[in-house]
């Protein structure tokens, strides 16, 4: 079974830059849609990014030219680099991985953009 845990959160100033990666075990991604989502205090989750197993990617509108969705298959890592951040940004940010009908999440990693 797939397992999944992420990293690299923490407190950014305004306009700053985080690179969260998401470590998968268990199983190998590269058959696997993968994706980040972002819950903020009070809403719903969110989509933030996604690329499918063969590269093409899909950006929320917020994030678009600031966020960036990679995977490493030989490290079995999937990444988000953000930059210019802004408090709005702030969220607990979840990683998922998605074959078919099956879905895994990791545990999240909290961001925070605070001066």
């Known amino acids: 079974q797939l397992r999944l845990a992420e990293s690299g959160g923490g407190l950014v100033q305004p306009g700053g830059s985080l690179t969260l990666s998401c470590a998968a075990s268990?199983?190998?991604?590269?058959?696997?849609?993968i994706g980040w989502f972002r819950q903020a205090p009070g809403k719903e989750r969110e989509l933030v990014a996604t690329?499918?197993?063969?590269?093409?990617?899909n950006y929320a509108d917020s994030v678009k030219g600031r966020f960036t969705i990679s995977r490493d298959n030989a490290k079995n890592t999937v990444f988000l680099q953000m930059t210019s951040l802004k408090p709005e940004d702030t969220a607990v940010y979840y990683c998922?991985?998605?074959?078919?009908?099956?879905?895994?999440w990791g545990q999240g990693t909290q961001v925070t953009v605070s001066s």
């Open positions: 268990g199983s190998t991604l590269d058959n696997y849609a």
């Open positions: 998922k991985a998605r074959v078919g009908f099956v879905a895994y």
């Open positions: 690329m499918t197993s063969g590269g093409d990617t």
